[in-house]
């Protein structure tokens, strides 16, 4: 799994399952993740319902946010697909069918590890294609207020974010912030940023709980920011800016393999998802679609 630079795409070598909650809804999720051929990229399935359906990971198939990425596609999601987006694409693997019997992605341990293990477990197969690699060919930028999202031409993968711990209220204003800033690379994503667990916000769990949201959620699976630093224990002294440059990387990954400096400061998914649809229109503006 550490083959960087190999110039041929790859699969896993074996199917392999996992059955967990989802994060948000709760519900129990079975999912398989298997081979498959070349140039199909990252393709999940629903085998929950009375046909299968496909819905493959492109930025065309970016559905709505609720605190998470989901895939939509003819009216069929697949929901809070970042965490297993960002392992697949840096544990080195192009092409793979992830088949889902359930409608949200199980959360694992909260971090992406439960997918790098798992992917792991399956190996790595070369395929007889040569791998494809995009770049960002100009910076591109979106805001929201004083959160900005940014993406540079850059000879590598490099992710630098600053998270924004901001109070409960208005009138608490920001607490602290965190700096994170790594090149991406199998090695660094599997070591410094797949172990990053979920950020919960101790002011918040009960609102998002009303919502319908993170019932699948223990506090195990979350890191919890409490208004005077980190409640519980915690994985690294920055774990939760880690999960933000886990998060991005993950929706970022609906572009398959990309070259390029990603800056967020104090963004999220739906900026995330807006700036993968701004990269994927300026490659349609260069090729002429
Ligand atoms: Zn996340």
Redesign the pocket.
């Known amino acids: 799994m550490s083959r960087t630079g190999s110039n041929w795409q790859t699969t896993i070598s074996k199917p392999v399952s996992y059955e967990g909650p989802g994060l948000h809804t709760g519900k129990p999720a079975r999912v398989t993740l298997l081979p498959a051929s070349p140039g199909l990229g990252v393709c999940f399935e629903r085998w929950d319902l009375s046909e299968p359906q496909t819905v493959p990971a492109v930025p065309g198939n970016i559905g709505g946010s609720r605190r998470a990425t989901d895939l939509e596609c003819n009216g069929i999601a697949v929901r809070t697909v970042?965490?297993i987006m960002a392992a697949i694409l840096w544990s080195d693997v192009d092409n793979i069918i992830v088949r889902l019997e359930g409608e949200e992605l199980p959360l694992g341990d909260g971090s992406a590890l439960t997918y790098v293990h798992l992917l792991q477990q399956a190996g790595l197969c070369d395929l007889h294609a040569r791998r494809c690699e995009a770049s960002v060919i100009r910076p591109v930028w979106t805001s929201q207020g004083d959160r900005h999202l940014i993406a540079l031409p850059y000879e590598r993968t490099r992710v630098t974010f600053l998270f924004l711990r901001k109070g409960p209220n208005s009138e608490s204003g920001y607490l602290g912030s965190e700096y994170f800033d790594i090149e991406v690379t199998p090695k660094t994503f599997r070591e410094e940023i797949a172990p990053a667990r979920?950020i919960g916000f101790q002011w918040e769990i009960r609102t998002i709980r009303e919502q319908g949201l993170a019932l699948g959620a223990t506090l195990r699976q979350a890191v919890i920011v409490g208004e005077n630093g980190y409640v519980g224990p915690t994985r690294f002294p920055d774990e939760a800016c880690r999960?933000k440059a886990?998060?991005l990387l993950g929706d970022i990954a609906i572009l398959g393999r990309i070259r390029g400096h990603f800056i967020g400061i104090g963004s999220g998914h739906s900026m995330n998802q807006e700036l993968t649809r701004l990269i994927a229109r300026d490659w349609k503006v260069k090729r002429g679609v």
């Open positions: 970042e965490h979920t999960h886990l998060d």
